[in-house]
């Protein structure tokens, strides 16, 4: 079993930074691909960034691309999500999920295990 809990979130006005964090803990949790989604009000919720176990191959969304940066510090069983120049289209409930294998994956199918979420909203 593998438990996920995600922090970092928050209210910020618009151009501003967030880095979110997610810890995983349990025997299981080490070194597992994870990757980020959130979820919009009323909308789907969607694939942001992903990380194999190793940090050395990374994905992200086209939306994601050159604003959010995902890393992780095997030593703390920690992935982060680095978001700068925030958008209010930005704004949903940010949810990390880790798999076992090898690379991070873009579906939510792909995912074993989920963290309850952390509310990211960017004010105009």
């Known amino acids: 079993q593998v438990q996920l809990v995600e922090s970092g979130g928050g209210l910020v006005q618009a151009g501003g930074s967030l880095r979110l964090s997610c810890a995983a803990s349990?025997?299981?949790?080490?070194?597992?691909?994870m990757g980020w989604f959130r979820q919009a009000p009323g909308k789907e919720r969607e694939f942001v960034a992903a990380?194999?176990?190793?940090?050395?191959?990374?994905a992200y969304a086209d939306s994601a691309k050159g604003q959010f940066s995902i890393s992780r510090d095997n030593a703390k069983d920690t992935v982060y999500l680095q978001m700068n120049s925030l958008k209010p289209e930005d704004t949903a409930v940010y949810y990390c999920?880790?798999?076992?294998?090898?690379?991070?994956?873009?579906?939510?199918?792909?995912?074993?295990?989920w963290g309850q979420g952390t509310q990211v909203t960017v004010s105009s």
């Open positions: 990380i194999s176990w190793n940090g050395g191959s990374t």
């Open positions: 349990g025997p299981q949790s080490t070194n597992l691909p």
């Open positions: 999920a880790a798999k076992y294998g090898v690379t991070g994956g873009r579906r939510e199918s792909d995912y074993k295990y």
